[in-house]
């Protein structure tokens, strides 16, 4: 059985990791490689950096940001925000990065997710979804520029079409739930799951170890995202991982 892995995500801008409560009112909390290094050794199974400022501010994606990591960390990473063609893309998979995380320019030019996957390889493009509930019903919405600009994309039917485009992950966030520490949104995850034959990563509202396995046993997820929880020093990883597999779920523990 393949093994759930457990993913601290850094939200980066300026050269400094921030959070907030729905993309807004945002609080310092440190140094991206220096937290990912800690992730690194009490066991994440790997890292995201998402500058959630590159595409709004319209500067590309630091490739400083990218070549530290590659330099101080075991595990794989990926890097996001910013990316408007596939040479760009290139510098950062140059730069020491395992993957790219592709948001505002995959919505703006789908495209580009079938061209970064024939370049790459699939397993090297994430697509990230930030979802926001329309009405009462199961519906969301696709948002762009970090959660900034509302498109009228049916979340949903985007991650579909990102699929079947090449890309190898959707990072779905939930806007809704993103800093509420109120736990995942499960309708949204579990209808991108089953709508999709690729892993979804779940994100946006952890606050309690519950909530990591009930991300994957009810939301369906392959793998389960998290960044204050873990910044301001309410879990580490090891404790996530120790109680995910309690609860049954196959989870890496060899570190």
Known sequence: MLTKRVIPCMDVTNGRVVK???????????????????????????????DITATSDDRATTIDLASRAAAELRIPYTVGGGFRDIAGARTMIASGADKISMCSAA????????????????????????????????????????????TGVDAIAWAEEAARRGAGEILLTSMDRDGTQDGFDIPLTRTVARAVPIP???????????????GIIDGEADAVLAASVFHFGTFSIRQVKEYMAREGIPVRLDF
């Not at 580009?112 to 790459?120: E, K, N, Q, V, Y």
């Open 107 to 150: 919505l703006r030019d789908p495209e580009l997710i079938t061209l970064a996957s024939r370049a790459f390889g699939s397993q090297a493009v994430i697509v990230a979804i930030d979802a926001k509930r329309v009405g009462d019903g199961d519906k969301w919405e696709a948002y762009v520029a970090g959660g900034r600009i509302p």
């Open 200 to 214: 979804v990563i779940a994100s946006g509202g952890v606050g309690k170890l519950e909530h990591f396995a009930e």
């Open 20 to 50: 907030g409560i729905n993309f807004v009112d945002l609080r310092d909390a440190g140094d991206p490689v220096e937290l990912a290094k800690v992730y690194d050794r009490e066991g994440a199974d790997e890292v995201i950096f998402l």
